[in-house]
């Protein structure tokens, strides 16, 4: 999985993290949980969102930075195990996964982006969620999954990107 996001985030030289999901239904905070632990480190050149179920409010934010890169963390339906990560960009699992569990599909937030002049890259970081019933803590799996793919982005935007 690293070396894929590696690979991802070739040639990058601003980032957005755009954290989504409702911290209320469980595994769905999956992306909020990750952008709320790396609000903790200070990255050069990446912004970091936590938007919660409403990241269409975010789209000035993100344009604004003009970001190369934006990665997006997100509970998705994969058809595979609570706790596994998708790592990809967007555009490559758009027919495999049913992206997001929210009202706003994911698709649909970055072809507002691309209308309003985005052009970098969309890169997916998600997680099959097990449980997205109404309760605060994620099932273990998840819980295990928001610390890997933690480390894994603190490590990755530490590294000072090319010029």
């Known amino acids: 999985m690293e070396e894929v996001f590696n690979k991802l985030l070739e040639n990058r030289r601003k980032v957005v993290v755009l954290g989504i999901g409702n911290t209320l239904r469980r595994d769905d905070g999956f ?6 632990s790396l609000k903790r480190f200070n990255f050069e050149d990446v912004l970091i969102l936590e938007a919660g179920i409403s990241p269409e409010t975010f789209l000035y934010d993100i344009l604004e930075f003009k970001p190369s890169h934006l990665i ?4 998705v339906e994969a ?29 649909v937030l970055v072809k507002y982006l691309r209308l309003m002049g985005f052009n ?13 019933s109404f309760g605060e803590a994620p099932t273990l799996e998840v ?7 933690t480390d894994l982005l603190k490590v990755a935007l530490s590294i000072k990107p090319y010029e």
Do not use: F, M
Not at 72 to 75: E, K, N, P, R
């Open 120 to 132: 970098g890259e969309v890169v997916l970081i998600g997680v099959q969620p097990g449980d997205l």
């Open 143 to 149: 819980k295990e999954a928001t610390r890997i793919v």
């Open 79 to 107: 058809n595979r195990k609570p706790g596994d990560v998708v790592v990809a960009r967007l555009e490559e699992v758009i027919d495999e996964i049913a992206v997001s569990t929210h009202r706003l599909p994911l698709t």
């Open 31 to 36: 992306g909020a949980y990750v952008a709320s």
């Open 72 to 75: 997006i963390v997100d509970t």
